[in-house]
């Protein structure tokens, strides 16, 4: 019983063909087992009961032939050998006669011999196996009258044939086609190195062990005529690489007789990096507090160069400063923000090339660079002088540079902000320096990004779009398959990528293109009909300009006998009386087999019904096989225990196989579980009891929705009381909002199952509302809109208003209108805004079981701008040199800006004077002015006042504040100096304070000691 076997007829005594098959050359298939078959049947013997009896399964060993009777009619089968490749001798005396009408057959024998010439081959194969059959010392049964005249030999193929190039055979579950663990990469070799070589790499797994060629630009690589080409276990090594002639893209075809694959291509590249040219370069001049460029002008090279300057000698590289230098790694050249005294001198540029062998440096004649002193430098706002292109496209998953960079006198500082949206987190390090980094592109990081350069007297912007584009990559690939002869094969490939990847085919490393019965198109693959040459190695190309990925397949068709010994009708099939059952019968077989089902002697078809007594009743029972062979008996009964017998039948032989159907009693659920409700935090049991049969094992499950639970989980929720084995009670500790809901108990055995269901109520504070809209937005107020969420059992009292800006990032409580919100309300005004400032919103119910989970936050919002309500602090000055009136204050915070266009106006008087001056200052950090003028006389009393404006208009100013121009030297010195000495140690020395100082402050006096030596 569960046995299987495959089975053909033959002469009576008759053995079949069990010889193993060696590999050989040409056009071949393999064939694992071979069964024999007589064109004519031996003569029907009368249908007896011990015919019926013997039709069951046979279970062999290997090297046995077996007989078995069925319908009157013998079968032998050979026993399975290992696999072993045939010779083209073999094959012949297994294919000669294997129908050849058979079109998978019939087509792949004529494309490996010529498809007019298949009679001739036919025959020619015949006799190949009527030799074979007479060596091995079976009756010659073409001339054997008791056959009935000439007989065909029908040879059968069992498992996976394959053809391959080469014209070897490739065997199923001994062979393997190649998969590549090491493809080429590119390469930058240096230009002149010719003492070393070049080494691509190329390994594949392969059964057996691959062969290796390679392609450069798609062409043969000439390794047998190049004594420069060598093969390395499959890599490519290149001596003496040369740059006019090695220069291409290269790729690895790994091969086997199971197929070829081709490798990714690999760039190899030369790299070179000349000398700069021996020409002085012209010498700069400049004042004090300007700003310089000094250009590098690199020579001729490849790859991209990494630029440094260095001042005077090696290796005194320049440094940032402060922001004032900077070194564009884009052209190469130094820019100078704002000059001073000491950086005159000679300024050289100095390129490195970094290539995958070494690097080399070379660096410029010298950039002779003077800075006049100004004893005045003159302030200058920003002036943007190095930009990043205005669209810079970059590949997703790397790291993108721009670079901006700005003269200006004081150093302008750099900040990179995104107009279409927030500078992403990753830039941040980068954000207020001169090259903004943006590691792991992401598509979402696309927009327009601005860079600003600002000081106190004035800002610059420039702005770009990043476009981020994307190499290809595999949304879907196909997998190995093992399809039968005469099906349909489909395989489909997807993959993402900006642009849009094209989807090419390649089979055995050539172009697979639409013709008869393929199909192709772009990622679909469709073979119909399938015949033995579809197998191979297949590969999905997908590219586009910036990258090619290939996805490997292997094609496997199967041309194959029935047979069970993999996977039998399962030995012993229990069933639950009352309920259902399904024998499964899946045999290996190829094409597909015809399934049909017995018991005993009777075959069973669809919707038979058989009337059974169980317990003094009459039970209908309903037989059915299903499309895919299964058997499926309902309202199953103790009168349908037996032997159950599967047949499986295709055009190369048949097989079957038995199991045995026992049936047992049924599982009960006797106590279910009941309905309950609890708060939140309380514990609750579950019972559950059930019946089933005493030989089997009962076991217990619980699900939540569906979703089983995990009773065993330490320190969980959910535990299950240990008691009988019939008992399956579960108890939920410290039950929360999450465990409501409908609890399902399962008392089951191997062969049935019972289910009761019970709901669980957890009462506790409201869930988040929804939808959280802002509307009717002012300078200082919005209304806010939501919907109301679930209640959880307990009735909503009230809401709150959380809030939070970039000002403040915590949630807190915000003021509304009306102050206290009831719980059957779903809007309320938000009160209390800051003008101008970005906001969201949450919004919390509570009842009396407590306060909830929050909404969403809702999109960020802007109030309107509205014009300054507060001035300026800080407002002071005084100092600076000769000539000049310094005020100073306090740049207005975030907060209290209200608007954008935002800046300062400053009025100034002379003390006593009516009249005043009135100056703008526009940029919002700035916190000094300076006022000159020839005719100010030192130590003025100014009076001054600020206030702040915006797009918006003018807020009001500030309290008056007294600031004095700059002071002059003292003219006078002490009077009635006197000096004494205290010890040996100590002096005192004195003198008749300073008085009238009318042009400046005295803010104390200097001692200075001469000593003489006697």
Known sequence: MGGAGSEGVGPAGGRADDSRLRPGEGGTHRVTRALIVSSRRAPRQPQTKENDAELSSVSSERGEMERERWDGRTF?????????PPTPRAIA???????????????????????????????????????????????RWSSDPRMGGPARLLCFVSLAVSFAAGGEVCVSGHDSGPVFEEQPSSLVFPVGLTEEKVTLACQARASPAATYRWRVNGTEVPVEEDPRYEMVAGNLVISSPQHGQDTGSYQCLAINRCGTVISRPANLKFGYLHDFPPDDRSPQTLYEGAGATLTCQPPAHYPALSYRWFINEFPSFVQPDRGRWFVSQVTGNLYLAKAEANDSGNYFCFTTNNMDINTKSVFSRANPLTVLPDATPRRS???????????????????????????????????????????????????????????????????????????????????????????????????????????????????????RPSVRWLRNGQPVTSQDRVQVNSGQLRISNLALEDSGMYQCVAENKHGTIYSNAELRV???????????????????????????????????????????????????????RDGGKVRADVVTVTPDGNLRIVNVSRADEGKYTCFAENYLGKANSTGYLSVRDATKITLAPSNADINQGENVTLQCHASHDPTMDLTFTWSLNGVLLDTEEPGGHYRRVESKETVGDLVIVNGQLGHAGTYTCTAQTVVDSSSASAKLVVRGPPGPPGGVVVKDINETAVELRWSRGYDNHSPIGKYIIMGRSPLSPEWRQMQTEPPTIEGNAELARVVGLLPWMDYEFQVIASNILGSGEPSMPSQMVRTLQAAPTVAPSGLGGGGGNRHELIITWTPMAREYQNGDGFGYILAFRKRNTPSWMVVKVPNVESSRYVYSNQSLSPYCPFEVRI??????????????????SAEEEPTVSPRRINATALTAFEMLVSWEPVQDLTTNVLRGYEVRRLLKLL
């Not at 006669?97 to 020619?124: D, E, K, M, N």
């Not at 309920?579 to 094409?591: D, H, K, L, S, Y």
């Not at 206030?947 to 004095?964: C, D, I, T, W």
């Open 76 to 84: 032998l089968r050979a026993a399975s050998a290992p696999p072993v």
């Open 93 to 139: 005396s297994r294919l000669a006669c294997a129908s050849p009408s058979h079109p998978g057959i019939r087509h792949s024998i004529a494309a490996q011999t010529g498809g007019s010439r298949w009679p001739h081959v036919r025959s020619s194969l015949r006799s190949t196996a009527r030799s074979r059959l007479l060596r091995k010392g079976l009756p």
């Open 381 to 499: 706002a920003p002036s943007i002088k190095v930009r990043f292109p205005s669209e810079t496209y970059a590949l997703a998953g790397h790291t993108t540079h721009l670079e901006c960079f700005a003269y200006g006198n004081p150093v302008p500082k750099i900040r990179w902000r995104k107009v279409d949206g927030i500078l992403p987190g990753k830039a941040a390090a980068s954000a207020n320096s001169p090259k903004l980094t943006l590691p792991d592109l992401g598509f979402e990081d696309e927009g327009v990004y601005e860079c600003e350069a600002q000081n106190s007297e004035g800002r610059d912007a420039y702005q770009g779009r990043i476009v981020v584009q994307a190499q290809p990559e595999w949304l879907q690939v196909m997998s190995d398959s093992e399809v039968e002869i005469s099906s349909e094969l489909r395989w489909s490939c997807a993959a993402a990528g900006k642009p």
């Open 558 to 612: 199967q041309v194959q006998a029935p047979e069970f010994r993999l996977n039998p009708v399962r030995r012993l099939v229990p069933a639950a009386r009352g309920g259902q059952v399904i024998m499964e019968c899946r045999p290996r077989a190829a094409p597909k087999p015809t399934l049909f089902w017995s018991r005993g002697t009777e075959l069973l078809t669809n919707n038979s019904r058989q009337e059974n």
């Open 947 to 964: 206030k702040a404006y915006n797009r918006k208009g003018e807020g009001p100013f500030s309290q008056m504040a007294l600031v004095h």
